[in-house]
């Protein structure tokens, strides 16, 4: 199994280099006019940058183009969360062996030393508070890395509006004199995205009821809402590698179900989805699930433009 990151290594030198970053640039001691938004992923970030426009700037911690179960944490972490006026997480434990929450030291945000970005302060943000959460179990699974239901919500387009809907008002607690920009921004991009989902169903509607299998369980938000289906994963579970009995169990099970398409995220290995393809003629699709898992994809409508144009040619091809 990949292992969770858990810090206790590079605590000291993470927030010695943090101090001292702090303490050589003068630029981080200066006040300035926008809001400082930091959010743990590239996807919240997009969405925070929707609501925010001019007035906030907007940083992530993890690339689209990671794993965001498996982080290791850089000095820099610390630098951003040090001047943070809003951290916006994930939630639902996604980052609580990088960020959040530590078994061997301080965490990464208690690190940082500032007040506004602790759990309960006004610039903590979890945006698993406000959306809808599948596979949420009814026992506690140990180990599991999504101990708390599936973490991948925002690839829902809905749970996107309810999180830049939430981030508005939240913003604008933060600056009460930009609220009605922020709500404005709001309402901007709600209606952008209820256009592109009238695209977007369109576009994948020849195709509802398919079924695929992933690499991971990160689809489930995705394949609800564009009404397809998986009958399974490459993982048995999140971050444990298959065996080959549960390799071949799955290609039985493609056979029979008639399964044409394999979704692999850009992070995973592809020599097992490639080899399942051989063995049942499906065909392998690289997707990005977060903003910036792939050139070109630098906002929240272009990751579903992106996902959608790729999985329905797919689909097209095992027609």
């Known amino acids: ?16 280099l943090a101090l001292a970053g702090a303490a050589a640039s003068p630029v981080f001691a200066q006040a300035t006019s926008k809001l400082q938004v930091v959010a743990s992923t590239a996807d919240l970030a997009a969405l925070a940058a929707e ?48 960020l959040t929450r530590s078994h061997h030291t301080a965490s990464l945000v208690s690190q940082s030393g500032n007040p506004r970005i602790q759990p309960g302060a006004a610039g903590y943000f979890d945006s698993s508070q406000y959306v809808e959460v599948l596979e949420m179990p009814t026992r506690l699974v140990t180990p599991s890395i999504q101990p708390f239901g599936n973490p991948h919500y925002w690839l829902d387009p809905e749970n996107g509006r309810k999180i830049a809907e939430a981030l508005a008002h939240k913003l604008g607690e ?14 901007a991009f709600s209606k952008r995205l209820s256009d592109a989902e009238e695209i977007w169903n369109a576009e994948v509607r020849p195709y509802k009821g398919r079924k695929v299998v992933t690499y991971s369980r990160s689809w489930s938000n995705f394949l609800k ?14 971050g444990i ?16 179900e008639n399964v044409q398409v394999i979704l692999v995220e850009p992070y995973f290995e592809l020599k097992t989805p490639n ?9 392998v699709v690289v997707l990005p ?20 144009a790729a999985l329905t040619k797919a689909f097209h091809s095992k027609s």
């Open 1 to 16: 199994m990949r292992r969770i990151y858990e810090g206790h290594r590079w605590s000291t030198l993470l927030l010695a």
């Open 174 to 187: 933060l600056r009460p004199n930009d609220a009605a920009y922020f709500d404005d921004r709001f309402r």
């Open 241 to 256: 590698s298959p065996s080959q009995h549960h390799t071949s169990e799955l290609v039985n099970l493609m056979k029979r």
């Open 51 to 98: 609501v925010g426009g001019e007035r906030a700037e907007v940083q992530s911690l993890v690339r689209g183009n990671q794993d965001p179960h498996f982080v290791q944490a850089k000095p820099s972490y610390l630098l951003k969360l040090r001047q943070a006026d809003l951290l916006i997480i994930v939630g639902l434990e996604l980052e609580s062996g990088w």
């Open 289 to 308: 699930s977060s903003v910036g898992g792939e050139k070109g994809i630098t906002d929240y409508f272009q990751l579903f433009d992106y996902d959608l």
């Open 275 to 283: 080899d399942i393809a051989r063995k049942t003629g499906a065909r």
């Open 225 to 238: 809402y564009f009404q397809l289906g998986s009958v399974g994963e490459i993982e048995p579970q999140p």
